[in-house]
């Protein structure tokens, strides 16, 4: 991780588009460390769609005990974190006994989504809740926030900007299928194949 982020993201790429003129928010590359290493980003990345298979088109597989020892050497104190929900996930992995994991009571609380990013707000405490453009929405950082309420808009620091893109619509997955029945958001994505099989199960 240290690799991905300081080397080849800050170094090789950050770092000389300062020459042509751009601000480059050093602090923020130390928090995208920190995200990662300290709050555990990628592991709540992974449950979370670990959690959505049934609406995706690929599945995790359940964990084998190397699996679990390789999480643990790697980060330690990921079993006492997430382990215990990786055991349910292999313990839900056999359709017909149970449901999806996601409708099981697992002790998962499903997270909102951020509005920028649109992946969800993972971390609670840099979660940030604000009324923008008239809507409440929901920002899994401070910079996501910045972006949609600041930076994408018609104007930035006094300047016109026509071309910047806009952060408008239906972004969220949720709020686009939201009140419709599994089977049919399923069919929508068209994830049905010719022999009326998912390409899941
Ligand atoms: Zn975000």
Redesign the pocket.
Known sequence: WHRWIYDDYYRSYLLPLEKYGLTIPHDLVEEAWKRIVDKGYVHEVARFFATGWPVNYWRIDAMTDKDFEWFEDKYPGWYSKYGKWWENYNRLAYPGRNKPIAFEDVGYQYPHR??????P?LIREDMVVEKVDDQWRT???E??YWTDAVAFRGEYDGRPTPNMGRLTGFREWETLHHGKDLADIVSDLGYVRDDGKTLIA
């Open positions: 951020c509005w920028t990013c649109m992946v707000a920002y899994c950082s910079t996501c």
